[in-house]
C-alpha cells in the first residue's frame, strides 16, 4: 500500500522481482545457473529474507528494529536518493543481461523487457493506480519505485541507509525531524492540500527547535494525460535559522482528472556544513489537488453507446473492453467537466438483484433493495467495472433480469445516477418510444433472445394501456433429447401505440417491456460407448427493462424580427406529476426568467431592450430526473425596424411620383401623336399645292407657246 498517495492498492510490493524473469546462481547446485525465474513464488521469499537481515542489523543496532510499517521506507529511501540527500542507491537496478551460452550457463540471464511487456498488461488498464506509477520515469526518481519495480534491494545498502551507517543520515533515527504546526500543537503529517500555506517546525531528536538550516521543498510534478510525458516540479531553496518555515505547495492539473495526490518532498540540511556527514534529513508527503468544482457524470457504456440519463441496458457476458478483451463485467466512466476521473468512488445498490444461485446461504438481507452490493473505483481512463451475475450467466443458469442503480463521487461532488438492467445472456432491447399528443407510439426493436413466446409493452392495465405480442412454438428444441416447445424467434421490431394515458396528477410515465421466452443449452456427448448428457433448460427466461418518458417541451414566438411586443408561447405535453416549467429570455443583457407553469403565453415589450439576439428557453422539469427543453430565438433591432419603416414611406412616395410622372409621359405622347397627325396633314396639304402649282406652271408653258 502506498501510503504517501491516494490510498489505492497498487501493484504487489514484489512486482519487480516477481515480473522479471532472471537467472539464479546456485554455488550448492552445482554452481550453475538456473533460467526463467521470476513469480511471486520467488519474489516472495527472497524480499521477506532481504527484510529479516535489514531488521537484523536495525535490533544489533538500536535493541529494537524499530520499523512499523516499512512501506515509507521503501519509497522514501529511494526518493531520498533522487533527491540528492545520499549517493547510494540501495537497489539493483534490473537490466537486460544476456547469457553468454544459450543455456545461460556461464552468466546470469536478466529479462527487464519481459519486465516491461509485464506493464503493458496493465498500462493503463491497471485498476487504481495512479497515473505517475505506469512508467518508468516517475517522480519518485528514474525508474518505478522498489514496489512498481526498481530492483532488488541491494541489503548491505539498504542496511547502511536504514540504521545510519550512511554519514549524517539514518531513517530509524534522523537528525532533523519536520513537524507540521497545528492549532493543537505539532503533528506529524502525510498529505498537504495545493495553494494552502502551512507552517513547520524543524526538530533536534532531542525535541529543541534546529538552527540555520536549508530546506529544499519540492512539489508541482505531474504526468500529462496519456501517462508517458512529465511536467516538471518546483524545487524551493528556504533558508531558516530558528528552525521554522512556512510552505505553499504547488500543483499541476494534469489533462486528465486524476484523482490522486502528487509528490511532494523537504529536504533539510544543516547550513554549517557542506560535507558527506553534514546532519540532513528528508520527509516526502503527497499533495492533494484543490477542491474541484463542475459537474459529474456517470455514464454506461452498452451495445447502443454511453449511456449517462435514463436506463442503462447491458447483456450479462457479451460484453468488451476497450481492447477487445472479454469481461465479465461492464465498463462505465466518470467525467468532471468532460474529463475522464480517476479514483471516483461508484456505488451499486441493488433493486432486483438475486445472489440465490451462487450461494444458498447468503441471506437475502444482503442484496435487498436498497442495500449497496459494490464499491468501485475509476481508474486513469475514469472507467470501471461493475457486477454482473455474469459468471453464472456463462454457465446458463435461468437468472432473471438484474437491476442496480449506480452513482458516484470525487471530492465532495455527485453524479447523476443510472438505473441499469442487466439483461440475461445477451438479449438486448432496443426502444424508440415517443408521446404523441395524447399516446405513446413508434417501436421496440428485441434481439439475441431465446427463443421468445410473447412481449408486454405498456405502463398500466387499462385499454389501450398495454399491448401483448404472442409468437407461437412452432417446432421442439433441436438439442439432444429435447422436448422443449419454441418459437424460433430471437429477435423482431414491434410497432407500439399505446393510448389513454394518465392525467399529469398521476406521476411520470414508465412504459415497462418484458419479453419471455425458453433457452436450452443443454447437449451430451459419447465416450467408448459411454454418454454424457449434460441439462441446462432455463424455461422461462425473462428479459426486462422500465423507460421512464421525459415531457415534450414546445416553445414559439410571434415573430422572427421584432419591434415592440413579443409573444411568446409554451407547452409541456404531459409534464407529469408535480412537473415545473420555467420560460427564461438570455439576450445581451443576461438572462430573465419571464414565465413559470406547464403551459401558457409571456408577453416581453422589446422596444426597450438591446438590439440583439435573443433566446427563449422553455424548460419541463418532472419526478425521477426527467425533464426536457426546447429553444427558439428572436432577433430586436429597433434601429433596423425605424430604418426599415421610414425606407418603406420613401419606396411609396417615390412610387407615386413614378406613377404621376407616367401619367404625364403618356399624356405627353398624346399631344405628340396629335402634332405629327397635324405635321401629316400639313405636308399633305403642301404636297397637293405643288402639284397644283407644277399643273399652273404645264399651263402657262403651253400657252405661251401657243402665243408665239
Known amino acids: 500500500m502506498d501510503t504517501y498517495e491516494a490510498g489505492a492498492m497498487i501493484e504487489p510490493v514484489v512486482s519487480g522481482p516477481a515480473d522479471f524473469e532472471m537467472t539464479i546462481y546456485f554455488p550448492s547446485f552445482g554452481s550453475t545457473w538456473q533460467l526463467f525465474y521470476g513469480g511471486t513464488s520467488f519474489a516472495t521469499p527472497i524480499t521477506a529474507a532481504e527484510w529479516a537481515l535489514v531488521e537484523q542489523q536495525a535490533q544489533y543496532a538500536f535493541g529494537s528494529a524499530k520499523f512499523g510499517d516499512i512501506n515509507p521506507i521503501l519509497f522514501s529511501v529511494h526518493n531520498s536518493y533522487q533527491a540528492g540527500l545520499t549517493t547510494v542507491n540501495p537497489y539493483w537496478a534490473m537490466q537486460n543481461v544476456f547469457p553468454q551460452s544459450l543455456f545461460g550457463s556461464a552468466a546470469p540471464e536478466n529479462y527487464f523487457d519481459a519486465y516491461l511487456q509485464g506493464l503493458e498488461y496493465s498500462y493503463p488498464n491497471d485498476q487504481n493506480m495512479l497515473a505517475w506509477m505506469f512508467t518508468l520515469q516517475n517522480p519518485q526518481g528514474m525508474g518505478?519505485?522498489?514496489?512498481?519495480?526498481?530492483?532488488?534491494?541491494?541489503?548491505?545498502?539498504?542496511?547502511?541507509?536504514?540504521?545510519?551507517a550512511l554519514p549524517g543520515f539514518s531513517y530509524v533515527q534522523p537528525s532533523y525531524v519536520v513537524a507540521l504546526v497545528t492549532s493543537n500543537g505539532l503533528s506529524p503529517f502525510t498529505t498537504l492540500t495545493a495553494g494552502q500555506t502551512y507552517k513547520f517546525e524543524v526538530l533536534l531528536p532531542n525535541g529543541n527547535l534546529a538552527q540555520n538550516l536549508v530546506i529544499t521543498a519540492y512539489s508541482g510534478g505531474a504526468y500529462t494525460e496519456n501517462g508517458m510525458s512529465y511536467i516538471s516540479g518546483t524545487a524551493t531553496k528556504i533558508t531558516t535559522s530558528n528552525g521554522t518555515f512556512t510552505y505553499t505547495p504547488l500543483w499541476t492539473s494534469p489533462s486528465v482528472n486524476s484523482g490522486s495526490d502528487e509528490y511532494g518532498y523537504f529536504l533539510v540540511t544543516s547550513a554549517a556544513g557542506s560535507g558527506v556527514s553534514t546532519p540532513r534529513s528528508f520527509a516526502q508527503f503527497a499533495v492533494s489537488e484543490p477542491q474541484p468544482s463542475g459537474r459529474l457524470t456517470l455514464g454506461i457504456e452498452t451495445p447502443y453507446g454511453l449511456v449517462t440519463e435514463?436506463?442503462?441496458?447491458?447483456?450479462?457476458?457479451?460484453q468488451f473492453d476497450a481492447q477487445g478483451f472479454y469481461t465479465l463485467g461492464s465498463t462505465g466512466v466518470v467525467m468532471l467537466n468532460g474529463h475522464p476521473v480517476a479514483g471516483a468512488t461508484i456505488t451499486q445498490v441493488a433493486e432486483q438483484v438475486n445472489f440465490s444461485i451462487e450461494?444458498?446461504?447468503?441471506?437475502?438481507?444482503?442484496?435487498?433493495?436498497?442495500?449497496?452490493?459494490?464499491?468501485?473505483?475509476?481508474?486513469?481512463?475514469?472507467?470501471?467495472?461493475?457486477?454482473?451475475?455474469?459468471?453464472?450467466?456463462?454457465?446458463?443458469?435461468?437468472?432473471?433480469?438484474?437491476?442496480?442503480?449506480?452513482?458516484a463521487t470525487y471530492h465532495g461532488l455527485t453524479s447523476n445516477k443510472i438505473v441499469v438492467f442487466v439483461e440475461p445472456q445477451s438479449?438486448?432491447?432496443?426502444?424508440?418510444?415517443?408521446?404523441?399528443?395524447?399516446?405513446?407510439?413508434?417501436k421496440v426493436t428485441f434481439t439475441d433472445m431465446r427463443y421468445v413466446s410473447n412481449v408486454t409493452i405498456g405502463f398500466g392495465t387499462a385499454p389501450g394501456q398495454y399491448q401483448l405480442t404472442s409468437y407461437p412454438s412452432l417446432m421442439t428444441d433441436p438439442n439432444f433429447g429435447s422436448t422443449l416447445p419454441i418459437s424460433g424467434v430471437y429477435q423482431d421490431t414491434i410497432p407500439v401505440s399505446l393510448t389513454n394515458l394518465p392525467s399529469p396528477s398521476s406521476g411520470p410515465i414508465v412504459?415497462?417491456?418484458?419479453?419471455?421466452?425458453?433457452?436450452?443449452?443443454?447437449?451430451?456427448?459419447?465416450y467408448f460407448g459411454f454418454c454424457f448428457t449434460f441439462p441446462d433448460v432455463s424455461s422461462p427466461i425473462v428479459w426486462e427493462i422500465s423507460v421512464p418518458l421525459d415531457p415534450v417541451a414546445q416553445v414559439s414566438v410571434s415573430s422572427g424580427l421584432s419591434q415592440g411586443t413579443e409573444q411568446i408561447t409554451y407547452q409541456g405535453l404531459w409534464a407529469g406529476s408535480n412537473a415545473t416549467g420555467s420560460v427564461y429570455l438570455t439576450g445581451p443583457t443576461g438572462t430573465q426568467q419571464l414565465a413559470s407553469g406547464v403551459s401558457g403565453t409571456a408577453s416581453i415589450n422589446t422596444a426597450n431592450l438591446p438590439d440583439g439576439v435573443y433566446l427563449v428557453n422553455y424548460t419541463v422539469q418532472a419526478p425521477g430526473d426527467l425533464g426536457s427543453s426546447a429553444i427558439t430565438a428572436f432577433v430586436v433591432d429597433n434601429n433596423l425596424v425605424s430604418q426599415v419603416n421610414s425606407l418603406q414611406q420613401q419606396l411609396s412616395s417615390t412610387q407615386q411620383q413614378l406613377s404621376s410622372t407616367q401619367q404625364q409621359v403618356s399624356s405627353l405622347q398624346s399631344q405628340l401623336t396629335a402634332a405629327q397627325n397635324t405635321i401629316n396633314s400639313l405636308n399633305s396639304t403642301v404636297q397637293s399645292l405643288q402639284n397644283e402649282k407644277a399643273q399652273l406652271l404645264s399651263q402657262i408653258s403651253s400657252l405661251q407657246s401657243q402665243l408665239q
Request: glycine residues 10%; contains cysteine.
Open 144 to 164: 518505478r519505485s522498489f514496489l512498481g519495480g526498481l530492483g532488488l534491494v541491494l541489503t548491505d545498502k539498504m542496511d547502511q541507509a536504514v540504521i545510519g
Open 310 to 318: 435514463g436506463p442503462a441496458q447491458i447483456p450479462m457476458f457479451t
Open 359 to 407: 450461494d444458498l446461504t447468503l441471506p437475502p438481507s444482503t442484496y435487498a433493495p436498497g442495500v449497496t452490493i459494490g464499491t468501485w473505483l475509476s481508474d486513469l481512463r475514469g472507467q470501471f467495472n461493475v457486477w454482473t451475475n455474469a459468471f453464472v450467466a456463462e454457465n446458463n443458469g435461468p437468472v432473471p433480469t438484474q437491476i442496480f442503480v449506480l452513482q
Open 427 to 442: 438479449g438486448l432491447f432496443f426502444q424508440n418510444l415517443h408521446i404523441s399528443g395524447n399516446s405513446i407510439v413508434r
Open 511 to 526: 412504459v415497462n417491456i418484458a419479453a419471455v421466452g425458453a433457452n436450452d443449452e443443454s447437449f451430451s456427448f459419447c
